[in-house]
């Protein structure tokens, strides 16, 4: 068990491993992160064996970060209701500095650490994709909804749909010219094709 001391100093490691990753990529080199952390190479590599294992570290740390809320199953709104809200605040996430930056690093090691996107993916998207999921399913157990597929799949559809030109700008760097009021619209419109789509039959 890390004492108080260890443990801020692990902090510390993983706060300057993560600004710097983001912005220069997995080529930093560790004398670089130790010394923007305040602390030696050996205290470094006395908390993460390797720079692989810290890099992985501080992704899944900021996929943590920035996963959503709960969504309760029987919220007690209407079923619409609900998913506008949880469609707004899942691409206001997206649309983040740090999701955006922990997505491109992600992509930028894609070639020299594969494993990185799998990491990304289990600590990011699976788990919002399982919530979204298991909401899904206990409407279609009330008879509100009706997948053909399986409810993983169809929460996939809605969340890729959700990114929108917002989220796909966003991630290229590029400004986006539709106002937030569009923007509402837009994702309130995904939601209703989405429920009308897999609307139950009465």
């Known amino acids: ?6 443990q ?6 993983l706060d300057a491993a993560t600004e710097l990753f983001t912005q220069h ?12 952390a305040n602390v030696s190479k050996q205290t470094v590599y006395a908390h993460f064996k390797t720079k692989d294992d810290l890099f992985e570290t501080c ?15 029987d919220d007690g ?9 949880f469609a707004k605040r899942f691409q206001s996430i997206l649309r983040t500095e740090e999701a955006i930056l922990t997505y491109r690093t992600a992509i930028r090691q894609l070639e020299s650490h594969p494993d990185l996107a799998k990491v990304f993916v289990s600590a990011g998207p699976e788990t919002t994709i399982e919530m979204l999921a298991q909401y899904l399913s206990f ?12 409810a993983s799949d169809a929460a996939m559809q809605l969340l890729l749909m959700l990114h929108g ?7 290229l760097g590029q ?11 837009y994702i309130e419109s995904c939601v209703d094709l989405f429920m009308t789509g897999y609307a139950a039959t009465k």
């Open 8 to 13: 801020l100093k692990k902090q510390q490691i």
């Open 59 to 73: 992704i899944r740390a900021k996929c943590m970060e920035s996963q959503m809320d709960n969504l309760p199953l």
């Open 175 to 185: 400004p986006c010219d539709m106002t937030e009021q569009e923007n509402d619209a």
């Open 139 to 150: 409407q279609q157990q009330q008879g509100v909804l009706s997948f053909p597929i399986s």
């Open 77 to 85: 709104r209407r079923p619409r209701d609900v998913l506008c809200d």
């Open 25 to 36: 990529g997995y080529a930093i080199s560790m004398d670089s992160i130790a010394l923007a």
């Open 1 to 6: 068990m890390l004492t108080a001391r260890s």
């Open 165 to 171: 030109r917002m989220v796909f700008l966003a991630q």
